[in-house]
């Protein structure tokens, strides 16, 4: 079945640092690829997905792209602030052929923890 | 709209007894999924619907539970005779048929079974 990989945690780093988060995942057909964030007390909010091969999703600076070759989506972001400090989640949503619609679920990673520090 | 809403917000039960959960999705979505988070961990998927009609139920979700949509609106989530193990966030989401890649997360309703 699909699955989801994330490195393992937790992530803490300076203000202005560079951040990856690894994301590796197994899937019998063409999934859409998501990252999730939980600031603390929240609930979980869409931050970036790509829907296809080479894609790069982007949304506050944070950045990842669809590899199939590696069957990756690695997150970054250039420069980390302490409002980042969160709980990342890699997910993905199968598609029954290329372009096709998903109904929606979704496989998740474990979660990495981000805390980031002035 | 004020997004996908869940009640309560915190459950504290004794072992063996029935609780049951409300999700209030987004008001045009007819898709709705239930998850359950436990600490450490991501989410894992329970249940699927679309309008009134539950389409797929993955095998974490025991005979002891069940889920309703019966007008295609909100959801309930029962749990009956609950056990310790049952401890765990539950979360709702919603998402929109024409926009079926985006699925909007509830802030979950945090299940104690003591």
């Known amino acids: 079945g699909d699955s989801v990989t994330q490195m393992e945690g937790p992530v803490t780093l300076s203000e202005e640092a560079f951040l990856t988060i690894n994301c590796t995942y197994t899937?019998?057909?063409?999934?859409?690829l998501f990252w999730y964030v939980q600031y603390p007390g929240e609930g979980l909010q869409l931050l970036l997905k790509?829907?296809?091969?080479?894609d790069k999703g982007s949304n506050k600076g944070f950045e990842a792209t669809y590899r199939k070759e590696t069957t990756s989506f690695h997150l970054e972001k250039g420069s980390v602030q302490v409002s980042d400090s969160a709980v990342y989640f890699c997910?993905?949503?199968?598609?029954?052929?290329?372009?096709?619609?998903?109904?929606?679920?979704?496989?998740f990673g474990q979660g990495t923890i981000l805390t980031v520090h002035p | 709209d004020t997004g996908v809403s869940q009640n309560p917000r915190h459950k504290i039960t004794k072992r063996g007894q029935n609780v049951t959960f409300r999700c209030d999705p987004i008001?045009?979505?007819?898709?709705l999924y239930w998850y359950r988070q436990t600490l450490g961990q991501g989410p894992e998927f329970l249940t699927y619907?679309?309008?009134?009609?539950?389409?797929?139920k993955s095998r974490l979700l025991s005979d002891r539970f069940s889920a309703e949509r019966p007008k295609g609106s909100f959801s309930t989530l029962e749990i009956q005779r609950t056990e310790q193990g049952d401890s765990a966030m539950y979360l709702c989401?919603?998402?929109?048929?024409?926009?079926?890649?985006?699925?909007?997360f509830g802030q979950g309703t945090r299940l104690t079974v003591v």
């Open positions: 899937a019998t057909g063409y999934p859409s």
């Open positions: 997910a993905l949503s199968e598609r029954s052929r290329a372009g096709g619609t998903s109904y929606g679920k979704l496989t």
């Open positions: 008001s045009e979505h007819n898709r």
């Open positions: 989401a919603s998402s929109s048929y024409r926009v079926s890649t985006e699925a909007f």
């Open positions: 790509a829907t296809k091969a080479d």
């Open positions: 619907f679309q309008n009134e009609a539950q389409l797929e």
